[in-house]
């Protein structure tokens, strides 16, 4: 017989510190555990984001944060909205059906928006996350063909987007700029990181 069955005072000894250990353990779990959870910074992060779009006047654009990425609001100009047909056989997905960046149904067409005059764009290129520039001038500038209809550089490598974020073939991004999930709530409401109203 072993000296612990022997002696009951030791196998009590043993019992209560086995159960400490597991108290003790549990004790340590719980806040680790608990890390795991997202915190309300986190979640606010990944939250929806509303925007006003009432003061935006054709051909501004403004910028916002939703998940830690820039979100560009434009409002086109008639002229720049023309400017798609010019670009349709000259951008490398015309009609946004690359899976990379998953554009929404509502956006599958050659504005790449909701309502025409209105382009919602993750302003980040999808060659290496650089964010491209505004190049609404027409014409000819340093960096761009002579007859540049309007739209985004991305001054790392050179690759262009027209005004709908469609990105212009032989370029090194090789997608169009992301269209994330957005519902107008009103005339003059947005609101970006949903896509159904609650």
């Known amino acids: 017989m072993s000296d ?4 009951p005072g030791r196998r ?32 606010a992060a990944g939250a ?17 944060e939703w998940r830690g990425k820039p979100v560009w609001v434009m409002r086109r100009t008639p002229e720049q909205l023309e400017s798609l047909k010019k670009t349709e056989a000259q951008v490398a997905d015309p009609a946004s ?14 504005h790449r928006s909701i309502k025409p005059e209105f382009f ?14 505004d190049k609404f001038q027409t014409g000819a500038q340093p960096s761009l063909p002579d007859d540049w209809a309007g739209g985004f550089l991305c001054p790392c490598h050179g690759s262009t987007f027209d005004v709908a974020g469609r990105v212009f073939k032989n370029k090194p991004a090789p997608d169009n700029l992301e269209v994330p999930p957005h519902v107008y709530l009103s005339d003059t409401l947005l609101l970006i990181g949903e896509d159904k109203k609650a």
């Not at 929806?48 to 916002?64: F, H, M, N």
């Not at 919602?120 to 491209?132: A, D, E, K, M």
């Open 97 to 110: 059906a690359r899976t990379q960046y998953p554009t929404p149904d509502y956006a599958k067409n050659p």
């Open 12 to 43: 009590t000894w043993i019992a209560i510190t086995c159960g400490a250990g597991a108290v003790g353990g549990a004790a340590v779990a719980v806040p680790f555990i608990s890390t795991f959870t997202p915190s309300e910074r986190a979640k």
């Open 120 to 133: 919602v764009g993750v302003g980040i290129c999808s060659h290496l996350g650089c964010s491209p520039s």
């Open 4 to 7: 612990a069955v022997a002696d």
């Open 48 to 64: 929806p984001v509303q925007v006003d779009i009432s003061a935006l006047k054709p051909g501004e654009k403004l910028t916002v």
